[in-house]
């Protein structure tokens, strides 16, 4: 008995001299950014514009509120000093969904040195998604609202909804850093249509700059191509080849499985070769001809789409090709298999030479409910 009270008074005094929580920072007093944005200021200096989410609640309920402010800075941390004077509250970026890059500023600036202060700061959003969007991020995060969201839950939602779609790669400020050698990123494309923010594809970056883009229906054949893509992505694809537009000539198809092979091939001579192979399962979710019960029919349904697909996958490669985008990998391969052909490469110049031969094959699994 003796040594139980012993014990308990002993865990009594211990406690009492445990320190309590010394470095915590209270939400109620800081002011949180949503969704950042960066954008070419003038003489090469750093335009960053950020929204900040404050909730009102009252006894009809909560409301979402936000506000925008914009600073001109010589670095990533210079505009946090400087938002941190016009904001009532401690500034904070610790909760920030959405990095927005303006597309002016990627085609033409190294994006990297104004992330380097992501990496440092143990607070830091690394889980942020980044996006690029078309002319400048504060034309976009200057929107406020959409409906009865604020704009940085907004495009949150958007670019979250289409990575569960596979229609585009998910990038965060984590994923960007640091670079892989030998695989080049590709980032959503964001523009503005009708006062909202919409995907409009993906930008294809070569190294650290942008230099080309893919719209929404191609950026799904990029996904496929680069097997980045999840179950049951969806394309419509035209069935008839006359300009006619009836919507009879249209079908819808349902990736269900998916299975890509990547082979590169350097000869004697040094010349490099790449052959990809892509073998799609498909089902058929709308086909307004209802003629699928035919065997005949479905065959050429079949070849009619494979060709589509061959067309298509020809199309992105070339565009990647053309903006010296490495989205397959092919460096990375090199690097770790042939190390001697590539320490002899001039690879910016060598990559829009090499032919790269695609093959698509697909078969229709399931047609529906419908016979």
Not at 64 to 70: G, L, V
Request: hydrophobic share 35%; with cysteine; aromatic share 6%.
């Amino acid at each position: 008995m003796k040594n139980a009270v012993y014990r308990i008074a002993l865990a009594v005094l211990l406690l009492t001299g445990l320190c309590g929580c010394w470095d915590q920072q209270l939400l109620k007093d800081e002011r949180n950014v949503s969704i950042a944005g960066m954008d070419n200021g003038p003489e090469k200096t750093l335009k960053t514009t950020v929204s900040i989410r404050d909730i009102t609640v009252t006894e009809s309920g909560s409301k979402d509120t936000s506000e925008t402010h914009t600073v001109v800075a010589r670095s990533s941390k210079h505009a946090q000093e400087l938002l941190d004077e016009q904001v009532s509250g401690k500034y904070s970026n610790a909760k920030m969904r959405v990095l927005l890059l303006g597309e002016e500023m990627v085609r033409n600036r190294d994006v990297m040195p104004y992330l380097d202060v992501y990496y440092r700061d143990p607070r830091s959003p690394l889980n942020a998604r980044v996006a690029v969007a078309q002319g400048k991020a504060e034309d976009v995060i200057r929107l406020k609202k959409t409906g009865t969201k604020t704009i940085g839950l907004q495009i949150d939602d958007l670019l979250r909804t289409m990575e569960e779609a596979a229609l585009i790669p998910k990038v965060t400020i984590q994923t960007l850093h640091p670079l892989d050698r030998g695989y080049d990123f590709a980032l959503p494309y964001l523009t503005i249509r009708e006062g909202m923010p919409t995907m409009d594809g993906i930008a294809l970056f070569d190294g650290v700059r942008m230099r080309g883009k893919l719209d929404a229906d191609r950026s799904k054949v990029y996904m496929l191509l680069t097997d980045s893509h999840k179950k049951n992505m969806r394309l419509t694809m035209k069935t008839q080849g006359d300009k006619r537009d009836n919507g009879y000539d249209y079908v819808t198809i349902e990736v269900k499985k998916a299975r890509r092979s990547l082979k590169i091939a350097v000869a004697n001579d040094g010349r490099i070769r790449v052959n990809l192979w892509l073998k799609l399962r498909i089902t058929v979710i709308e086909d307004p001809s209802n003629h699928l019960y035919k065997r005949e029919v479905m065959q050429n349904l079949e070849r009619t789409l494979t060709n589509h697909m061959n067309e298509e996958a020809a199309a992105v490669i070339g565009k990647m090709q053309r903006s010296r985008h490495d989205g397959l990998g092919i460096a990375r391969r090199l690097m770790s298999f042939h190390p001697a052909t590539w320490k002899q490469l001039d690879w910016k110049e060598e990559y829009p030479r090499i032919p790269i031969e695609s093959q698509v094959t697909l078969r229709i699994i399931n047609t529906g409910i419908i016979r």
